[in-house]
Every structure is written in structure tokens, then in C-alpha cells.
């Protein structure tokens, strides 16, 4: 059996194409939701005209005990908060981080919490270029599952794999949570560059500074460099700097517009842009598209200043 903590879009997702390996166990923090989507088959609020398959059993409350894997599919900012109150039922079981982003409060990514949290339990982080309605469509999809104890890994990627849901694995679990978390950082200036009328050419230079800025900080937090240059950090990257599906990516046309944004959408990278540029500014690092993105998000600048911040910067070799 498999455990989906998160009843939102992803998890949804998950536990539809999961059902395809046997049953799933899909918990919804709300009761009521979790009654409807029981009774109608259907997440009507976060993924309609997706079927359920009659594998998912749909709960709510209490979680089930035992040493079964748990993914944990929910927004960063509440993850922590989810840890805590389900720690002890929790246990020592492997739990598989299926959110991106950086905790704002204690500047830890998802496996962070998770050790922090549940000291007895195994993280693991499942991430990559993924959009809800692909996975629960069936759509051909690759992830990275990264988890440091690579006996774990192997036997999470061997049961999380399904015909339309190709896993890799590494034990970097530094290097796939933050190419996860970043991603969403340079994806919001990108949506605001198109967002603003400024071109393809200066999103396409955007996302290559971005990802420059990428490897300069997960390498200096111990991170792999090959494993930004996989599926959970250029595959993403690649993924949500240019779709229309992607929240982030919305969220930072709103911006360049001037316009308001849906405040009940998820939108992971507004958080973590501030998080991380605390970090950065701990650690000393260099990070002016990090800046200028996150002077975006909290109103201090408006995207023709950060431009202008950007391109009056000392010329450099690349």
C-alpha cells in the first residue's frame, strides 16, 4: 500500500497513476473534502474530470500507523507544521518529500524538515518537471527520487515507477531539493519579463544568470554539480521559465503586468526567494537575480527597476 499525505492537485495526481502498482491510502486535511472526494470519485476542487481509480481510498483524521512510505505532497510553508502534529504516527518510515521550496522559518528545504522532525524516519525527496494534470493523464513523465541511504532509494524508485512515470535516482538529496527550490525563484522573474513586454531573448538570458546562480549556491550548501544539471534542476528550470501551467511562472506575469494575483494559489517561489536570499546573504554569496526577484516579490522594486539593476552590473566574463 501506498500513503499520499495531501489531497491537493500533485497528490491527487500521485495516487492516480500510483494506483496502477496497488492500493493508495490518499489523506485530505479537510474531512469534508475528503468525504466528497470519497462519494464522487473526483477532486473536484483541485483536479476535475480526473476519475479516481478504485484503488484510492480517500481519509481524513488520524493517519494510518506502520512502516508503509508516505509521500508527502503538500505546500512548503505547511510542511513543517504537518511534521509536527503527525511526528509520532509518523514513525520510522521513509517520507518522501513532494514539494519544493525552502522552509521560511528555519531556511530548511524538505528533507531538512523532515530529519529535524522525525529524527527516526528516512527523507527522501521526489521532484523533477512534472505538472499535476500530465502525471493523472497519464502523460510520459520523468522525476528524481533522491534519497541518501541508497538501499531505501532503490527500493522507493522500484515501487513509485509506473509505465507513464519514469524515476532516476541519486543520494544527492542537497542538490534535488534545491534545484526544486530555486527553479520556482527564477521562473517568477522569467513570467515577469514576458509578463512585461521585455522578450524572449531576455527570459532566455534570465534563466541562464538564474542557473548560474543555481549551481553557485547549492554547490556551496554541499550540493553535487551534476545533479543541477539533471531533471530536478535544468529539467525543471526548463519546465516552469516557460509554461503557462506553472503558478510560479503566472504569479511573475501578474507582476510584470501590474496585476493582481489569485491570492488562494499556491506560489512556492515567493517564499523561498526570501528565504534563500537570507541565506545567501549568511553565507557571503553573490546572488543579483536572486535579489531582484525577491525586491519584486515584496513590492520594493518594480520589474523595469530590477532590470535596470541588473544590466547597469560591472561587465564580467561568463
Known sequence: MTLICGAGAFGTALAVTLAQNGPVTLWARDAEHAAEMQASRVNARR????????????????????????????????????????????????????????????????????????????????????????????????????????????????????PTLRLYRTTDTIGAEL??????????????????????????????????????????????????????????LVLTCTSGQSRNYRYGQSLGRGEAFDGGVTVEGAATARAVLARARALDLDMPVTHAITALVTGELRVSEAMDMLLSRPLKEE
Open 179 to 236: 534545484g526544486g527550490a530555486l527553479k520556482n525563484v527564477i521562473a517568477i522573474g522569467c513570467g515577469a519579463v514576458m509578463g512585461a513586454g521585455l522578450g524572449e531573448s531576455a527570459r532566455a538570458a534570465l534563466m541562464t544568470r538564474g542557473f548560474a546562480e543555481m549551481h553557485r549556491f547549492a554547490h556551496a550548501l554541499g550540493a553535487q554539480p551534476d545533479t543541477l544539471a539533471g531533471l530536478s534542476g535544468f529539467g525543471d
Open 47 to 162: 483536479l476535475p474530470d480526473i476519475p479516481l481509480p478504485e484503488g484510492i481510498t480517500v481519509i481524513s483524521g488520524t493517519l494510518p500507523e506502520g512502516d508503509t512510505p508516505c509521500l508527502l505532497a503538500m505546500p512548503m510553508q505547511t510542511l513543517g507544521g504537518f511534521l509536527t502534529a503527525h511526528h509520532c504516527t509518523l514513525g520510522a518510515r521513509p517520507l518522501v518529500a513532494c514539494c519544493k521550496g525552502m522552509d521560511l522559518a528555519t531556511g530548511l528545504g524538505p528533507t531538512g524538515l523532515i530529519a529535524q522532525t522525525c529524527a527516526e524516519a528516512i527523507p527522501a525527496i521526489l521532484t523533477g518537471p512534472s505538472f499535476a494534470r500530465d502525471i493523472a493523464l497519464g502523460l510520459p513523465t520523468a522525476l528524481t527520487l533522491a534519497c541518501a541511504d541508497g538501499v531505501v532509494g532503490e527500493r522507493l524508485q522500484a515501487s513509485l515507477t509506473t
